[in-house]
């Protein structure tokens, strides 16, 4: 008998539960959603490209610690989705199954910003009903170097419209992937959201 499997399964009270993720990196080319995983995931993360279907698609097992549960495995299919506008026609079937969305734009790039509403439309219309999403403006590394940088507070009224828009609290994150700044905190929130979604959902069928 594998009894380290057992103990992996969640029967032993010492393990932390497993659960698997699908999720989507959306938003413009070059706001900075790969480097973004790629930071995240460090290293032994697993990495597939599907060249045909503008794709990249990451695999890794990380542990993450909710409020309630505590420690929780998380097996996370990060799709990263090509933001150019030719993948446009195929990107909707990328959405089947995702659990959650990360939304990214560039803070030094405002037409990524205005694209925002483009992506949160095909988010929703794609994974076919709300689901938890994290808003992150990238790249405040650049802020004081470049000008015209679109200000945090802009990011934060566009969460607070979206959150309403979606009935679900959308949280904005200020990041930089290059800095490492705030990238565990989004996938953080985003799995414990995701989570207690699944949780709500699952007791709301119960009644
Ligand atoms: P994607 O097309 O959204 O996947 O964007 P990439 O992750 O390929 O990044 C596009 C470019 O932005 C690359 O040259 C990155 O090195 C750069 N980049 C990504 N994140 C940051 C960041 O936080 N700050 C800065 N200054 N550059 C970044
Ligand atoms: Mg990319």
Do not use: C
């Amino acid at each position: 008998m594998n009894l380290s499997r057992i103990t992996l399964r969640g029967l032993s009270l010492s393990s932390a539960p497993k659960v698997r993720f699908k999720i989507v990196l959306i938003g413009d080319g070059m706001v900075g959603k790969t480097t973004i995983a790629k930071r995240y995931l460090g290293k032994g993360f697993e990495q597939e490209y599907i060249r045909t279907l503008g794709v990249d698609f990451y695999k890794k097992i990380t542990k993450i610690r909710h409020p309630r549960l505590g420690d929780v495995m998380i097996e996370w299919y990060i799709w990263d989705l090509g933001g150019q506008y030719y993948w446009s026609d195929v990107r909707p079937m990328y959405y089947t199954g995702a659990k959650g969305g990360i939304l990214v734009y560039d803070v030094a790039r405002p037409e990524t910003f205005a694209n925002v509403k483009y992506w949160l439309a095909e988010f929703i219309k794609n994974v076919g009903h709300v689901a938890p999403l994290v808003l992150v403006g990238n790249k405040i590394d650049l802020r004081g170097k470049v000008p015209n940088t679109v200000p945090k507070e802009k990011g934060e009224e566009l969460a607070k419209i979206i959150s309403e828009k979606m009935g679900i609290e959308v949280p904005y994150f200020e990041a930089s992937a290059k800095e490492g700044i705030n990238i565990n905190e989004i996938f953080n929130y985003l799995a414990v959201n995701i989570i207690d979604f699944l949780l709500k959902k699952r007791l709301q069928a119960r009644k």
